[in-house]
């Protein structure tokens, strides 16, 4: 018989009774009866009950073993009595009476419990990860991470897709975020960069002559945490494609989203095909190019409604548009007929507290004496019956809704809108669980204007092909009209959760100068800072295009959890500290004299 075992935890069943086995692994629990000690051993694959009755010249030493310690146990398996069977384990119907008790590994007292899944301090569980993967619910989510780049890499290959590996120190680039920095030994003064995405060099496997490459590739960004954004590192697949269009990229990587989400639903709904939503419908239907389609409502532009004073009463929202604002309505279905004043208030103070805006203004619909639709809140009160029913026509709204107003800046308010749309639906328990809504979000603005620096900059992806090329952009001779080049770049969003941004390249030099210069960047910027892309642009590039789906984000949706950090095996904290191994850490000074560096703090 093997040294440790001749079963996993979880493989015995009702035929392997009357069989000598060994088994290894944690003690789980332990309970103890009058007439027998009973130990849930765990391990990898599952949980067995031991038995250990009092007559074992080891039942003292299996009392004392304390939970979480590592044994080896041999013994017959014995069938449980038809009223001990435990259902809901695999292993429930049989159990193993100790013949030997051998302990591999004492535990030493435990910070946190693994049995029971008990919540704790994120700052204890993120020192110990080891004991926090030994939990059931986080074991499985690691679990299921593996399996779903196994389906992912699966997908791609049976799509003729070859995987490459790109290099992981490189140049830095200004692609968004700030670098992680390697100091070069070798090369006293200068840095390496661990790459924000691999997106230079996919590119130039294409200008290589390859044709279809991914990647499950190690992304790295130097940005806070979210919860679905860890900071540091993260895992994206990576893809590109030659001659190819934007449909092309669709019909590829759809099937392969689709497939995976499926293949792990677990009875969960996917729906197919993914609908094509343009970027401005996006914004203006759900506020937010990240739309969670499964909620039932959307927004309606009612700025029309509020530039009379005289036909509302209300001189807010009239001076708002008349200065060119928007006034955005947020539907709150049955909201006035569930819900009490305090929901409405507490809607209002979450405006100004946590979104930093000035707040929302909102109504309660009900019937008036005569049977018509009315509001006493102030928004409203002042609207005759025709003009309400006017309004009330045009959102699909009636008696008992509630409607909040979002109203500003066009994008401030378009903002605050798509924020509250989602909170609505939350807190009134409007979001069906069990189904993941895809769509893809297209034709995105090519440029966006920077109010802080006064300038128009790049909304997206710089390496983005323009609709229409470099006649669109030559033509684009005002800032107006800059503003209103899109671009051939697109989103995959799942149930509010953007998944993976891709676009079709930019693979003309001319091109690529020319949209560089209108965004402020002169030759020698794009001759330096991409230079290994633009000169192999020089000498015959494919058509090509791609896209990156994030595989921590795929992962958390299909583990139903709400933070990215319960899918990745060693994640850091919210600022950006590996507790369990005391990283970043100060390096010793021969170590900096040896890369020719200085540590400079900053004074307290």
């Not at 990229?249 to 729906?271: D, K, N």
Request: aromatic fraction near 10%; proline fraction near 6%; charged fraction near 25%.
């Amino acid at each position: 018989m093997h040294a440790y075992r001749s079963h996993t935890c979880g493989q015995l069943r009702a035929d392997n009774v009357g069989e000598t086995v060994k088994l290894s692994g944690w003690v789980h629990r332990k309970r103890e009866h009058a007439n027998a000690l009973f130990i849930d051993l765990r391990d990898h694959y599952g949980i067995t009950q031991v038995v250990v009755y009092p007559t074992a010249d080891f039942y003292e030493d299996a009392k004392r073993c304390p939970s979480e310690s590592v044994i080896t146990v041999t013994g017959d398996l014995l069938a449980r009595d038809a009223e001990a069977v435990n259902a809901e384990i695999p292993t429930g119907a049989v159990e193993l009476r100790a013949e030997t008790f051998h302990i591999e590994s004492a535990a030493a007292s435990l910070p946190l419990p693994v049995f029971g899944e008990q919540d704790y301090p994120e700052e204890i569980r993120l020192k110990h990860r080891y004991l926090d993967l030994r939990r059931e619910t986080l074991h499985k989510n690691i679990l299921l991470r593996g399996r779903v780049i196994n389906s992912l890499r699966r997908r791609m290959i049976d799509q003729g897709f070859t995987e490459f590996q790109t290099p992981i120190l490189t140049a830095s680039s200004p692609e968004g975020a700030r670098d992680f920095l390697v100091p070069s030994r070798l090369n006293p003064g200068k840095f390496y960069a661990l790459p924000q995405a691999p997106q230079q060099f996919k590119q130039l496997i294409m200008v290589a002559g390859f044709d279809r490459y991914f990647q499950i590739a190690p992304c790295f960004r130097d940005e806070d945490a979210r919860a679905d954004r860890s900071p540091g590192e993260f895992y994206q697949l990576d893809v590109e494609m030659s001659f190819v269009t934007q449909e092309d990229v669709f019909q590829a990587i759809e099937p392969v989203m689709a497939g995976v989400f499926e293949e792990f639903a677990e009875g969960r709904e996917v729906q197919t095909p993914f609908p094509r939503i343009p970027y401005k419908e996006s914004i203006e239907k759900y506020g937010s190019d990240k739309p969670d389609l499964r909620i039932p409502f959307e927004l309606t532009d009612v700025s029309e409604f509020f530039t009379d004073e005289s036909k509302t009463g209300f001189g807010i929202f009239a001076k708002i548009t008349n200065g060119g604002g928007k006034v955005i309505a947020i539907p709150a279905p049955q909201a006035a007929a569930s819900q009490s004043r305090k929901f409405f208030d507490n809607m209002d103070k979450w405006a100004k507290k946590e979104m930093q805006m000035p707040g929302l203004g909102y109504a309660r619909l009900s019937l008036d004496d005569d049977g018509n639709v009315k509001s006493q809140d102030p928004v409203l009160k002042g609207f005759s019956n025709e003009f309400l029913k006017e309004l009330l026509t045009k959102m699909g709204l009636g008696a008992g809704d509630g409607i909040f107003f979002s109203a500003g800046k066009k994008d401030g308010a378009y903002k605050l809108a798509g924020a509250a749309r989602n909170k609505v639906a939350a807190d009134l328990d409007l979001i069906p669980e069990g189904i993941f809504k895809f769509c893809w979000v297209v034709d995105y603005p090519m440029y966006e204007w920077d109010e802080d620096n006064k300038k128009i900059e790049f909304s997206h992806n710089p390496f983005s092909m323009p609709q229409g090329g470099m006649a669109v952009l030559e033509a684009a001779d005002t800032i107006e009209k800059q503003l209103e080049i899109l671009a051939y770049q697109y989103d995959i969003v799942c149930n509010g959760v953007e998944l993976s941004s891709g676009a079709i390249r930019n693979h003309k030099a001319d091109i690529m100068y020319k949209a560089f210069e209108m965004a402020g960047y002169g030759p020698e910027v794009v001759d330096d800072k991409f230079a290994g892309m633009i000169n192999a642009f020089k000498f015959g590039a494919p058509p090509h295009g791609g896209i990156a789906p994030g595989v921590d984000r795929i992962v958390m949706l299909l583990a139903g959890t709400d933070t990215i950090r319960d899918v990745i095996l060693f994640p850091m904290n919210g600022q950006a500290q590996d507790l369990m191994m005391n990283a970043p850490a100060q390096v010793d000074t021969k170590a900096l004299r040896e890369l020719h560096i200085r540590v400079d703090m900053p004074s307290e």
